[in-house]
């Protein structure tokens, strides 16, 4: 999913001069955003994000 992210954002990088392409790669883009987005979302409902432990600095 992450790398499907990245591929996208090169080829609306590559895709300077060709608007209409441009408009496809990035509505790919914005789905796939959102897809991982969801799904963190599941995993912290059902609870397989494992929480990153939150350190306060020395004082």
Do not use: C
């Not at 990035?26 to 995993?43: A, S, V």
Request: aromatic share 8%; charged share 25%.
């Amino acid at each position: 999913m992450q790398s499907a992210i990245d591929l996208h954002v090169r080829a609306v990088l590559e895709t300077i001069r060709n608007e209409t392409l441009r408009a496809v790669f990035y509505k790919l883009l914005e789905d796939e955003i959102e897809m991982h987005e969801n799904i963190l979302k599941y995993g912290k409902v059902k609870g397989w994000i494992i929480p990153i432990p939150v350190y306060a600095e020395p004082v």
